[in-house]
């Protein structure tokens, strides 16, 4: 029997046609409350019944993608690395929504033996329930979220009976209504703590199989959002580096200013107060520890060069304050503000890559202008860490910045670098502080809203300082 094909898109258009003209445009405006939610209820049992037809279809396409197929796998017949690479390109949904149908949809897809027996889907009463529009695909997903862990740890008869008493929840019946996902959830969460009280898994084994962590392809006015789950171990690692940067530290933090002026006036050098939230500091953190773990030399390299940041650009947008620059993504060119690439450019190779007019390469220029391994030691030893007052990052996360900028001529020399983290570096143009070099020595002025009087100033951790004061002491 052939495939109804046009016989689905008479029916997707009729749909369509017919929801356009009794609720599109101001239609639904005229309609009293009752029929108002009446509508809502019927509209959403339709969305059930696409969505049952989505995840079958999905389900399909994951059990064709598998590796039992060979060469006539799905995914080798229209060329995708996965299942979720051809449901993505079909719908033009995002990964994410990909991702989760076909998880999903492996819950209630059947399997074929390998004597050609069918084999019903793992839940099989949810399949059935989403097939008649019942269930609705969030409820479904928290069925599975619960179940899912507790196969191989429990009875297929234990595992069928919470199946049954869930989905039973979720539709409701004659005597008791249907819940919500929220009472869907808890009740769930019951079960599978009843069937399982120790885990759905061994915790190391949990762990292991869950971890994972994933980067938004979409940027959000210049935001891409990271999340998933990490091991104990990496998260208490990771929590020490970034206290390694927020903790204040106090006995880290050098001589203060030797300003009796300054502090007549109320302004203590090294209290200068921080306006970031405690995630934006640790935002920041997380940043300075990627930039330095990019030049470490235990990184592995791209290339035979060491992990770096592609930026594109034209002179004259590096050369405009609000210029527009962009950088090379797992999610493909990103656009950035152009003071993004003078940050980086301060500390790395610069690549001019001049293109003609039909697109192809012109020149390239390289433009070292990284201070190398002494300098950078001969100015951590002179700053400390980076010469902004009141800032505690040490000087091994610091960046070191050029005080005269190299494209305006200057030189990459311990006298013209200072330090800066992450944070001051990349905002050292919009922030209000300003940095001179004076017989060699960096002199740092406050904006207006930390010393209105703006007086220049040595650095908190300048060395001369601290020998001074170890000859006092």
């Not at 006539?72 to 949904?93: H, K, N």
């Not at 951590?380 to 610091?398: E, F, K, L």
Request: aromatic share 4%; hydrophobic share 40%.
């Amino acid at each position: 029997m052939n495939f109804p094909l046009a016989d689905l898109e008479g029916i997707a258009d009729l749909l369509g046609d017919t929801l356009g003209s009794a609720l599109g445009g101001e239609a639904h405006r005229a309609l009293s409350n009752r029929e108002l939610v009446d509508a809502l209820g019927v509209v959403e049992r339709l969305g059930r019944i696409t969505d049952a037809a989505r995840l079958a279809l999905a389900g399909e396409v994951g059990r064709r993608a598998d590796s039992e197929f060979g060469d006539d796998a799905i995914t080798a017949q229209f060329g995708c690395g996965s299942a979720q690479e051809i449901v993505e390109r079909t719908t033009l949904v995002s990964a994410a929504t990909a991702r989760a149908r076909l998880r999903d949809a492996k819950a209630i897809t059947g399997r074929m033996t390998l004597t050609g027996q069918t084999r019903p889907a793992p839940l099989e009463h949810a399949r059935a329930a989403l097939a008649a529009g019942r269930l609705s695909a969030d409820a479904l997903t928290t069925i599975v979220d619960a179940l899912r862990p507790l196969q191989g740890r429990c009875s297929v008869d234990e595992l069928e009976a919470a199946e049954f008493e869930l989905v039973g929840a979720a539709v409701g019946d004659a005597e008791a209504p249907a819940c919500g996902i929220h009472e869907l959830k808890v009740m769930a969460t019951t079960w599978a703590l009843f069937l399982d009280p120790d885990g759905a898994l061994p915790d190391e084994e949990y762990s292991e199989r869950m971890r994972g962590i994933r980067v938004s392809r979409l940027s959000r006015r210049g935001l891409r959002r990271i999340y998933g789950d990490v091991t104990d171990d990496v998260a208490a690692q990771f929590d020490r580096l970034v206290d390694a940067h927020l903790n204040p530290r106090v006995q880290d933090r050098g001589p203060r200013f030797v300003d009796a002026e300054a502090e007549a006036d109320g302004v203590p050098d090294d209290c200068v107060p921080d306006p970031r939230t405690i995630d934006q500091k640790r935002h920041d953190a997380f940043a300075s520890i990627l930039s330095a773990a990019a030049g470490a030399a235990e990184t592995p390299t791209l290339g035979g060069a060491a992990p770096t940041l592609i930026i594109t650009t034209t002179e004259e947008d590096l050369a405009t304050p609000k210029g527009v620059a962009f950088v090379e993504s797992a999610a493909g060119p990103v656009p950035v503000p152009a003071s993004f690439a003078r940050h980086v450019g301060c500390h790395g190779t610069m690549h001019r890559v001049t293109l003609a007019a039909n697109g192809a390469i012109k020149a390239l220029r390289i433009e070292d202008r990284v201070f190398n391994h002494w300098q950078r030691k001969a100015i951590g030893a002179r700053d400390g860490g980076c010469v902004i007052p009141g800032c505690t990052v040490s000087a091994a996360w610091c960046e070191v910045h050029h005080v005269i900028d190299w494209a305006k001529g200057g030189p990459t020399s311990v006298d013209n670098g200072v330090l800066l983290c992450w944070h001051h570096h990349r905002g050292i143009e919009t922030s209000g502080w300003e940095i001179r070099m004076v017989d060699g020595v960096p002199h740092v002025r406050p904006p207006g809203w930390v010393d209105p009087q703006r007086r220049w100033r040595e650095p908190n951790r300048l060395l001369l300082n601290e020998l001074r004061r170890a000859r006092s002491a």
